[in-house]
C-alpha cells in the first residue's frame, strides 16, 4: 500500500509533537555538572570540527610577522586567558564547570590549521561560551591572533609574560586601569616593527576622541574594544591627559634612504599626478588642527596598517575620520611604506615644521 502525503504530513506533525511534550516536560537535562553523555560529546564536537574545517576552505592566510605577536598576545591576556589560562596562569577553578571545559590551547592548536583557527576565533563557537571576535571588520586583528596562537604551545612563563606586557587586570581601580592599559602603551614597550600605537606625546583631543570613538563603535577594533570596556567617562579623560604628557622615545629605522626620501616628499609635496596632499599639511605642523594626530615617532608597522585600514574603509576614527580615508584611497602600497617610514623616523619631540602650504581639505 502507498503512503499518501496526508499520512506522511500527519507522522511529520506527529514527531513535531511528541519532540515538543518532550522538551517541556522537562525530562532532557540542561545541566552543565552532569556533562554530556560520550556520544553527544562526540557528536557535538566531531560537528563543531566539521563545521570548522568547511567554513575555512577557501580562506586565504596572509603572512605572518613578529610585528602581530606583542598586540595579540596583550589582548590574549586580557581577552581569552580568563577561559582558556596561559603559561603564566592555570585557568581558573570555576571554569571546570563549564560545558564544555575551555580546553588548553597548547595542546589543541596543534590539530587545527591556520584557517581553521580563523574561523574559530572570528566566529566562535555557537552553545560552548566561546566568542565571537568583538567587531567583524577587522580579519587584520584576527589574523595576528592566529599567529599569535601558532607560537603559543612553545611559549613558557618568561616568554610569554615578555610578550603580553602586564595587560591582566581590568578593575575600576585607576592606577590598575593605567598598569592594563601600560601592558600595551607603556613607552618603553614601543618599536618599529609594531601595531601597537605610541600614545606618549600624542595630542590630548585626539586621545580623547580616539577613545570616545572605540567606545561608540565607530572606530572599530576588538583589541580595544576589549580595553575600554569598563572605563568611566572620568578614566578616559584622566587616561588621555596622562598619555599626552608623557615624552614619547624615539624609534630606530630599517628603512632605505631611498624610501625615506620618497617618504619625505610624499609628506611635504604630496603627489600631485595621484591626487594625494601633502601629510604635512594636516600633520606635524605649527598650528596644526589639535584634533588631528601627530605621527612623527609612531611604529612604521602600525602607520601602513591604520592607512590601509583608511583606503579600505574600515578605519572608522573621530570626528574628521573622513578627511583621511580621502587622503588614503589614493596612495599606493610602496608609498604608504615610505611615507609610514618618514614618518616613523622622525624626532616626536622635535619642533614642529611651519607648513607653507596652509591647510588643504
Ligand atoms: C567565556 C570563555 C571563553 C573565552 C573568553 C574564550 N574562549 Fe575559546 N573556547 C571556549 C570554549 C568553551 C571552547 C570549546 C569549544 C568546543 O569544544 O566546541 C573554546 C574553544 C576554543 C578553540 C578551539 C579549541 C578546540 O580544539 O576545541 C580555540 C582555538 C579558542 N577557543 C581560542 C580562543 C581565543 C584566541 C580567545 C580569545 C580571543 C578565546 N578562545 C576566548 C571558551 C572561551
Ligand atoms: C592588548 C593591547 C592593548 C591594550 C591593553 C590597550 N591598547 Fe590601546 N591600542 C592597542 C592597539 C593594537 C591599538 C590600535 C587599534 C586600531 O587599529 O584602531 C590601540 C589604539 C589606542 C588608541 C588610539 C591611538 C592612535 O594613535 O590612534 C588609544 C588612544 C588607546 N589605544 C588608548 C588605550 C588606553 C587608554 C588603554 C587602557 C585602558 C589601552 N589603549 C589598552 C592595543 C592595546
Ligand atoms: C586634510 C587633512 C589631512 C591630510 C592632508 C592628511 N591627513 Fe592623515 N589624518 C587626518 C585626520 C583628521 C586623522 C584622524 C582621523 C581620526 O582618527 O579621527 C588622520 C589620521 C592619520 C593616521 C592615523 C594616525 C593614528 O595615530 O592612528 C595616519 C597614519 C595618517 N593620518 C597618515 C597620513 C599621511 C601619510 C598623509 C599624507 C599622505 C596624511 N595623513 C594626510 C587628516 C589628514
Not at 66 to 71: A, F, I, N, V
Not at 88 to 99: I, N, W
Not at 133 to 158: K, Q, T
Request: some cysteine; charged content about 20%; hydrophobic content about 40%.
Amino acid at each position: 500500500m502507498l503512503i499518501g502525503w496526508k499520512q506522511l504530513a500527519g507522522l511529520v506533525v506527529g514527531i513535531a509533537l511528541i519532540g515538543l511534550v518532550v522538551g517541556w516536560s522537562g525530562v532532557i537535562g540542561v545541566e552543565a555538572s552532569t556533562g554530556h553523555w560520550k556520544i553527544t560529546d562526540w557528536l557535538l564536537h566531531g560537528a563543531m570540527r566539521s563545521s570548522v574545517r568547511t567554513a575555512a576552505i577557501g580562506t586565504e592566510v596572509p603572512t605572518f610577522s613578529e610585528s602581530m605577536l606583542p598586540m595579540a598576545a596583550g589582548h590574549y591576556e586580557s581577552g581569552c586567558a580568563v577561559c582558556h589560562g596561559s603559561p603564566a596562569m592555570p585557568p581558573p577553578a570555576s571554569l571546570r564547570g563549564m560545558l564544555p571545559v575551555p580546553p588548553d590551547l597548547k595542546d589543541v592548536i596543534p590539530t587545527w590549521t591556520d584557517a581553521e583557527l580563523f574561523q574559530i576565533v572570528q566566529h566562535g563557537v555557537r552553545f560552548t561560551g566561546m566568542p565571537a571576535w568583538p567587531v567583524m571588520e577587522r580579519e587584520d586583528e584576527v589574523w595576528a591572533m592566529v599567529a599569535f596562537l601558532r607560537r603559543y604551545p612553545a611559549l613558557d612563563a618568561e616568554s610569554y609574560r615578555q610578550l603580553a606586557g602586564h595587560a591582566a587586570s581590568q578593575s575600576g581601580d585607576a592606577s590598575r586601569v593605567l598598569e592594563s592599559c601600560n601592558g600595551c602603551h607603556a613607552p618603553e614597550r614601543l618599536y618599529t616593527d609594531s601595531l601597537i600605537p605610541r600614545l606618549a606625546g600624542q595630542g590630548p583631543a585626539y586621545l580623547r576622541d580616539s577613545l570616545a570613538a572605540y567606545v561608540n563603535g565607530t572606530r572599530p577594533s576588538g583589541v580595544m574594544a576589549v580595553a575600554v570596556q569598563s572605563l568611566s567617562d572620568r578614566d578616559r579623560e584622566a587616561l588621555a591627559t596622562h598619555f599626552a604628557s608623557q615624552t614619547a622615545i624615539r624609534l630606530g629605522t630599517k628603512a632605505t634612504s631611498g624610501q625615506l626620501g620618497r617618504g619625505e616628499q610624499i609628506a611635504h609635496s604630496g603627489d600631485s599626478e595621484r591626487r594625494v596632499p601633502a601629510c604635512h599639511s594636516c600633520h606635524d605642523r605649527t598650528n596644526a588642527n589639535p584634533s588631528y594626530p601627530r605621527l612623527s615617532g609612531q611604529p612604521a608597522a602600525y602607520l601602513v596598517a591604520q592607512l590601509r585600514l583608511f583606503s579600505s574603509g574600515k578605519r572608522g576614527g573621530g570626528p574628521y575620520r573622513a578627511v583621511m580615508s580621502r587622503v588614503a584611497v589614493n596612495l599606493a602600497a610602496d608609498d604608504m611604506a615610505a611615507v609610514a617610514a618618514y614618518f616613523a623616523t622622525r624626532d616626536p619631540n622635535a619642533e614642529l615644521p611651519t607648513y607653507a602650504g596652509g591647510e588643504r581639505r
